[in-house]
């Protein structure tokens, strides 16, 4: 079993810039893929982001949000980042933190999730 936990939600204006943070216990070690997924009222929750350990690393992003949010992993593949830049107000949502021991996506174990709410 692995547990994610995230971090770094809160309200910001549009335009502005947010981290998330999310790490990983339990069965980390073997963590391939982390991600992270949102879920705004009244919609299906959606791929934000995800880095797989394929290839030396590869990242795949949502087109709404390609060229502003940013996925990384530190070096022992336990914790996942997406920093969020140009925050618009459709990018408020629940961010939610996904993992697995494969490359799949979903992944099967996910976080509690961290409100991000974009308004002037």
């Known amino acids: 079993q692995v547990q994610l936990v995230e971090s770094g939600g809160g309200v910001v204006q549009p335009g502005g810039s947010l981290r998330l943070s999310c790490a990983a216990s339990g069965s980390a070690f073997s963590i391939y893929t982390m991600a992270w997924y949102r879920q705004a009222p009244g919609k299906q929750r959606e791929l934000v982001a995800g880095?797989?350990?394929?290839?030396?690393?590869?990242?795949k992003y949502a087109d709404s949000v390609k060229g502003r949010f940013t996925i990384s992993r530190n070096n022992a593949g336990n914790a996942v980042y997406l920093e969020m830049n140009n925050l618009k107000t459709e990018d408020t949502a629940v961010y939610y933190c996904n993992a697995d021991h494969w490359e799949r996506y979903p992944g099967e174990f996910w976080g509690q999730g961290t409100q991000v709410t974009v308004s002037s």
């Open positions: 880095a797989s350990n394929s290839g030396g690393g590869i990242t």
